[in-house]
């Protein structure tokens, strides 16, 4: 059962992502990199959510823009699966600040900015369970 769990990850193609058009783009890079979509949701989230969901950055300077950029418009979460998911995804998707992401990684190509960076990726495999059962009650059943 925890084997399941290193393979799944979950990704939330943020509101700049959707304002930009690209979905069709960065998922299509997802699915050449060997994720396959195992869930998703369409949804735009409240503030509440937005805080539930960031809670580990409650402290942080940028906390109250990015709750306002997450809620600024619709986002598409999903829950990916290959092999080695959680960091696959991060390379992926390259680091937070797109003038630091390598050549090649989404952030690098399509992202404006450390807070407008197009997708979050979990950042561990516990974090990736405890936030795909945010957006998924009861999809991950210990
Ligand atoms: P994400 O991977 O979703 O995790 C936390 C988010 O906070 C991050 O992507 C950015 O959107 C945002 N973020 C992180 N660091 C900063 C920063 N220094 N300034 C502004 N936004 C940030």
Sequence with gaps: MEQEYENRTL???????IEKKIIGRVISRLE????????GRVCKLTDKEA???YRVHQN??????LIKFMTSGKVIVLVLQRENAVEKLREVIGATDPAE???GTIRRE??????NNIIHASDSPENAKKEI???FP???LI
């Design 60 to 65: 942080k300077g940028f906390f109250r823009d």
């Design 110 to 115: 399509f992202a404006d900015n450390k807070q």
């Design 32 to 39: 050449n990199e060997g994720f396959e979509i195992v869930a």
């Design 51 to 53: 805080e539930g969901f």
């Design 11 to 17: 990704a939330i193609l943020k509101p700049d992502c």
């Design 101 to 103: 992401a390598k050549e």
């Design 133 to 135: 059962s945010f957006f």
């Design 138 to 140: 009861g999809y991950i």
